[in-house]
């Protein structure tokens, strides 16, 4: 589930958690400067060790460190068959910044046949730049100036989310923008549920199947709205099955078509109320046309939409999933005449209304009434919560999102249970699957290409139209709510060539001299230091970063680092700390990620300087960092497109960074795991050998030093504790009676709290919140941390439920808030306390 909410509140004094103050890697006037620099409050600009580093208490195995650049002789030699240095050929730009002549000659200048056509867009399958891609031509409805063009490209491109189709770039030309997706080998999911050529046959004819499509798709689209990037309100407006990519080898389900309303310029400003703002002066609303069967209501009377509409279209694919019926057909009445118009909506309704065995009957027969007959109706309601005709009614994404993923480990468990199979192979069947037949509708010719090539190639791609439609998703709409100026000329000052050299390559491989000249050969001095890492803020191609020096565990081949560098550096996710790129000199890498300012959750909960006063004061601010956190966890175990299961490995409150401006939270170091060479095994066991901090390694882990995300799931569940305590994951007092260090652990004192029961837990949650909380969400959230960090690796949830349980108590603790009047927004101050 995917969240973006905005609250912030007052982030103050602290300095370095007592663990990080003792490490002797400093150099004494390092030491003497930030003592004082940090005495008094936070400042992003001068603080170094209230930022997240990867402090390790408890290491597997040891190293001898240096903070400054080390020899290469030492160790083994990393080797230059497989520097980094060598894929900077090998790594493509992103965003790409397509030329029209590259756009020409891929489609045969506009002569080759189209992979699919409708009446507002054409695509062809292509090949640009050596790879191969789906081109779509669709027409500009309005102008759009350089910067926020510029914004908008950058921030879709770089959003990447395993269920979504990537944008890999655009050309503009005249009133025509090319935008050009990822291709990916599969079928839509109106043709996989509607086989004209064969109605009896489906390959979604298993209900787990269809329930892993409705979470893919829900799960994307609440990244489109909420953890893309974008700082306003995102719309996707192009929900539908015939939008909907259920890929080949898996039947996993992608989104397709995400930005395309955003950069064709559909959107419209519209005064909306204060408490509408969604970042600019105008709320973010577009004016485009719609696909029958999939409009709310409020869309086909005004023509503006917003993220409740795109709710309302989920919800009739749902119901599609649920039936496999159209979203809307017409049946000849032979005893009227006429013919009728039949509404998934409508018959979902009066399947409902009738209730008793009228569900059976209308839940699609190729399933064979193999389904959990109490999931199936669940489904139904939410498919009509979400098609209420009142938008206030209909639930947010993230909520759907998180009632979907539980829906499916339901259906998982029942499939379980009863011996049903819950992996697929269908590569074989969607080969199978026959081509969509063209209905009597005509498809209108391809715009002829704008500019210079129009009057050549205009009469032949008329004629080369192929009648019937691609089984491949398009953005076919079938009605029109508003048609743009065929007058509108996309100015020349606007043209996406001129953003060519604004737009940095992504992701970055750095050369050695740079990153010597940023850190002042390695004498700057840093920003924080540990055992294993060091770390520099500075500036390195304009940018302002973070600079963490690390030792490689393991030698890496070219293709294995190639493919981990691009997949990590691509993904993007709102609660996670981005990597811009890598240099690797010796027996070194050097990871650059973005600056955020802020602090870390250490420092917010536990301030050594005042130890009464918190920024997290707020029972729902600390909700919103668990919320925050789970939610990015569950990104980068499962969505941020590894093939195998990705393991961060570092969860810890000193590597979660809550930022200055709102008290959102971040997950900081995705990928140092993965980049250092710290994972080995085969990709079955994907385990990882690294260093730990004591209090937050799973038993498994300190047994054996592997780590899986179920250490990471341990690790988290230490997080929550500390947020409902206050108290360190680890803490060492001593005790005048025996004369030795007693030790405490937040799960220890956990398990006593629920074992004494009663008015216990009052006792033991943060005093700082001044018993503003409600309690049962409290007790909830201790008693989830706790399974958690269950001994047993089996027995703790996954990431997926964690997020969703997490998100469903923020929800609870939200309203519970605003029935007390307490506040649900939060401003930020620097004041010193």
Request: charged share 20%; aromatic share 8%.
């Amino acid at each position: 589930m995917c969240k973006s909410k905005k609250s912030t509140n007052t982030i103050s004094s602290a300095t370095a958690p007592k663990s990080m103050a003792d490490k002797s890697l400093r150099s004494p006037q390092h030491t003497a400067s930030s003592s004082s620099s940090t005495s008094s409050y936070i400042n992003p600009s001068s603080s170094t060790y209230n930022y997240p580093s990867t402090n390790y208490s408890q290491k597997y195995p040891s190293t001898n460190y240096s903070p400054k650049h080390p020899s290469t002789s030492k160790s083994w030699s990393f080797s230059s068959k497989t520097s980094l240095s060598n894929l900077k050929d090998s790594l493509p730009e992103n965003p790409h910044i397509y030329d029209f002549s590259e756009i020409s000659k891929a489609t045969n200048n506009f002569v080759q046949k189209p992979f699919s056509s409708s009446s507002s867009s054409i695509s062809w399958r292509c090949s640009i730049r050596g790879k191969e891609l789906i081109l779509f031509q669709r027409k500009f409805r309005r102008q759009i100036e350089l910067p926020e063009l510029q914004q908008r490209l950058l921030t879709i491109c770089r959003s990447h989310h395993s269920s979504v189709i990537k944008l890999l770039g655009a050309s503009t030309s005249g009133n025509y923008i090319y935008l050009a997706y990822e291709y990916v080998n599969g079928a839509n999911l109106a043709t996989c549920l509607r086989n004209p050529q064969n109605p009896s046959y489906t390959v979604l004819s298993s209900w787990l199947s269809r329930m892993q499509i409705a979470t893919d798709i829900a799960n994307g689209l609440d990244y489109i709205h909420h953890c893309s990037g974008l700082n306003s309100e995102f719309v996707h407006n192009h929900i539908k099955s015939s939008s909907i990519l259920v890929t080949e080898d898996s039947l996993n389900a992608k989104i397709c078509h995400f930005g395309t309303a955003e950069l064709c310029g559909e959107i419209v400003g519209k005064e909306v109320s204060s408490s509408k703002k969604f970042g600019r002066s105008n709320s973010k609303v577009m004016k485009i046309e719609g696909t029958r069967g999939y409009m709310a209501p409020e869309f086909q009377a005004s023509g503006f939409t917003t993220q409740k509409c795109d709710v309302y279209a989920f919800g009739v694919v749902i119901l599609e999933l649920v039936s496999g019926e159209e979203a809307l057909r017409y049946v000849f009445d032979e005893g009227g005449g006429a013919y009728k118009r039949i509404s998934v909506i409508e018959r979902a309704r009066g399947v409902m209304a009738v209730g008793g065995g009228e569900l059976r009957k209308w839940v699609d027969k190729r399933m064979k009434d193999s389904y959990p007959v109490e999931v199936a109706e669940r489904m139904l309601l939410l498919g009509l919560e979400c098609v209420d005709d009142d938008p206030e009614k209909r639930p947010d994404m993230g909520l759907v999102d998180g009632r979907v993923s539980k829906l499916y480990l339901e259906s998982k468990n029942w499939a379980e249970k009863i011996g049903l199979p819950t992996d697929f192979s269908i590569r074989d069947m969607i080969n199978n699957l026959s081509p969509k037949p063209k209905t009597s509708e005509s498809l209108k010719p391809s715009p002829p290409p704008p500019a210079s090539t129009a009057a050549t190639s205009s009469s032949s791609a008329s004629s080369s139209i192929n009648q019937s439609s691609s089984n491949y998703p398009s953005t076919d709409d079938s009605s029109t709510c508003t048609e743009a100026s065929n007058s509108l000329s996309f100015s020349s000052k606007t043209s996406l060539s001129s953003l060519k050299d604004s737009l940095p390559e992504n992701p970055h491989i750095y050369g050695l001299s740079e990153i010597c000249e940023a850190t002042n050969n390695f004498l700057k001095k840093p920003f924080s230091s540990s055992s294993s890492s060091t770390s520099w803020r500075c500036s390195i191609r304009g940018k302002e970063v973070i600079i963490f020096q690390r030792k490689f565990r393991l030698q890496i081949g070219l293709p294995e680092l190639q493919k981990r560098l691009l997949t990590i550096c691509r993904s993007h996710h709102s609660s996670v700390i981005k990597l811009f790129g890598v240099s690797s000199p010796g027996n070194y890498i050097y990871l650059v990620y973005e600056y955020v300012h802020g602090a870390n959750l250490a420092t917010c909960l536990r301030n050594p300087q005042n130890p009464s006063y918190t920024v997290l004061s707020s029972w729902l601010s600390r909700m919103q960092i668990a919320t925050d956190i789970a939610n990015g966890l569950d990104y980068i175990h499962h969505c941020s497109g590894l093939n195998s299961e990705s393991v961060h490995g570092h969860i810890k409150s000193s590597s979660i960074l809550v930022t200055e401006d709102s008290l959102n939270a971040k997950i900081c170091h995705f990928g140092t795991a993965e980049l250092c060479g710290e994972r080995v095994g085969n990709e079955d066991s994907r385990g990882m050998r690294f260093e730990g901090t004591a209090g937050y390694m799973a038993p498994e882990s300190q047994a054996s030093a592997f780590v899986t995300q179920k250490c990471d799931v341990y690790a988290f569940g230490v997080v929550i504790l500390e947020l409902v305590s206050g108290e360190e994951a680890l803490r060492y007092v001593f005790d005048k009676v025996g004369g030795v260090y007693k030790r405490i652990s937040v799960i220890e004192r956990a398990r006593e709290v629920v074992a004494v029961g009663g008015g216990e837990l009052r006792k033991w949650v943060d005093k700082r919140m001044k018993d503003s909380y409600p309690v049962e969400v409290a007790e909830k959230m201790v008693l989830l941390g706790l399974e958690c960090v269950d001994d047993d690796p089996e027995k703790r949830p996954h990431t997926g439920l964690i997020d969703v349980r997490v998100s469903k108590l923020y929800l609870k603790s939200k309203k519970w808030a605003e029935k007390f009047g307490l506040p649900t927004d939060f401003s930020v101050s620097l004041a010193p306390r």
